[in-house]
Each structure stands twice: as structure tokens, then as C-alpha cells.
């Protein structure tokens, strides 16, 4: 994978009122899938938006906002607050998707562990 790709591993979209989680992720236990889904969900209901979740090339797991340009409505200040939040009370979920990703997809193991 060049390192300028990025996977999506899911998403919510506030103008189509609908969640995405990439079928490549569907091993992913059901609590942490339902837990994703709340926080994206949660996420574009409050500030508008699409709200995707993203590996970059490296692993590492990107909060990516985005809106049309004709939406007024959408609270670009709540957004950045929003992400902010999401990352301070979710951080142990998050750096554990990265762990995964890197390890299922980067064939990269966790740090301190040898491959097999």
C-alpha cells in the first residue's frame, strides 16, 4: 500500500442520515462496532457533516470532517471541539484500532512482540 492511501474503516454523513463501516473491519468484536457507530452517528447528529474514520498508510487512525460547501448550519468550531473530545475519552479504542490495523493489514506486530 503506498503511503499516501488511506482505508476507511467507517463513516457517518449527516446529509444522507446514514453509517458505514467498511466490510473489511466486520471481524471487529460487535461491542466495538456498535461503539463506532455511536460516536460517528453522535458525531455528524450534533455538528452536521460527514465524519470518517481513516488509516493512513502507516497506520495510524485519522478523524477526517468534512461538509458541503452550501451547509450553513454545519458548526465548524463544535466540529474541532468535538474531535478533540473524541479523542481524549475514546483514546484507549482508538490507539487499540491502530494496534489491529497494523497488525491484521500492516502485518506489522504490536511493539514488543516478535512475528511468529
Known sequence: MAMSERTVLCGAN?????????????RLPEEVQQELKILCVLFVEDVGGVLTLEFDGD????LNVSRDDADYLFD???????????QREHRDLLEKLEIYYRAAFLGQPPEGMEPV
Open 59 to 62: 497506520g495510524t487512525l485519522l
Open 14 to 26: 449527516s446529509y444522507r442520515e446514514n453509517y458505514y463501516l467498511n466490510p473489511a473491519f466486520s
Open 76 to 86: 465548524e468550531i463544535g466540529s474541532e471541539w468535538k474531535i478533540r473530545q473524541i
